[in-house]
């Protein structure tokens, strides 16, 4: 055996990789929860991936906001022709009714997107070495998903205000103005979009193995539970029965939408039912919280 100190125990070969200690700013937890934010909207965005991964978002997009332009655009050509006839094309919250769907289908593909790569390559532990928790991760994640899906409703809003105020016979600053009321309806509005709508499909997605699967069970529970919760609600011999419309989860913004902008109710399970708007609302947020804190219960034992 040959004792240390001896020429033939140090014959080892030393190489310089080149490496160097990171000497940039450390930006801490804040900082990669930034990171994490930013990376999941890119990351349902498809931006700096593959061409075919910017398809779908993209044209959901196009879906959302086009629509838009062609309202205001056909309510200039009408007022051109017919001075003082009122906009036949809808009001912002008919437009949510319009938008909606797409917001759905956006989430089915997007919350998937943004919480199983994560766990299915294994690179949470690499999240788990950062100055970063389980509940900063998940918030990171649905902030993302909600500031995307927020973008979604209120872009086309932006574009039909500004538009409808350019065509106001006072002029458009006078357009601006007398409208202003909306502008709190219209944001109240896409928040309750974003919360009844994305924290069913983050659960959906934090328990789902695959995307594909995920995407699906989250479209056939939005889906099902309307005629569901129409036939239990009219089970009138029944006590309570009307409060199974809260069931319907994808009708449940639109019930609290209408009374945000004070319109007559529109065909959803709760206005069908005669539940009060606000017991809507209290639903929406309880299942809003109970989703995100199955979601952190669950990063909690994978991180």
């Keep these: 055996m040959t004792s240390p100190g001896t020429d033939s125990a140090q014959t080892g070969a030393v190489y310089d990789l080149g490496y160097?200690?990171?000497?940039?700013?450390?930006?801490?937890?804040?900082g990669a929860i930034r990171s994490t934010i930013r990376d999941g909207m890119q990351r349902v965005m498809g931006i700096r991936r593959r061409a075919r991964k910017k398809v779908i978002p993209w044209i959901l997009v196009t879906l959302a906001v086009v629509p838009a332009i062609v309202f205001v655009g056909l309510s200039f050509l009408l007022s051109s022709f017919a001075p003082g006839t009122e906009n036949p094309y809808g009001s912002h919250a008919d437009y949510f009714a319009l938008t909606a769907s797409i917001v759905m289908l956006f989430s089915a593909l997007a919350a998937p997107e943004e919480l199983i790569p994560d766990r299915r390559e294994g690179v949470l532990a690499i999240y788990s070495s950062r100055p970063m928790r389980a509940d900063d991760y998940v918030w990171a994640r649905a902030s993302a998903l909600g500031l995307i899906v927020l973008g979604f409703l209120?872009?086309?809003?932006?574009?039909m205000y500004v538009g409808f105020a350019a065509l106001s016979p006072n002029g458009f600053w006078s357009g601006l103005t007398e409208s202003a009321d909306q502008i709190p309806r219209i944001i109240a509005a896409g928040v309750v979009y974003v919360l009844a709508l994305t924290p069913v499909a983050l659960l959906i997605a934090a328990f789902a193995s695959r995307k594909t699967v995920a995407s699906g069970v989250y479209v056939a529970v939005m889906w099902l539970t309307i005629p569901v919760s129409f036939a239990l609600s009219q089970l009138t011999e029944v006590p309570g029965a009307r409060y199974a419309s809260l069931?319907?989860?994808y009708g449940l913004p639109e019930h609290v939408r209408d009374w945000i902008f004070d319109v007559r109710p529109?065909?959803?399970?709760?206005?069908?039912a005669g539940v009060e708007p606000w017991i809507s609302l209290t639903v929406i947020v309880i299942v809003a919280i109970a989703s995100f804190s199955a979601v952190i219960w669950r990063y909690r034992r994978l991180m």
């Design 247 to 249: 069931l319907s989860i």
């Design 20 to 30: 160097v200690p990171y000497d940039g700013e450390r930006t801490g937890r804040r």
């Design 266 to 272: 529109g065909t959803t399970a709760p206005a069908g």
């Design 154 to 159: 209120l872009a086309p809003q932006v574009l």
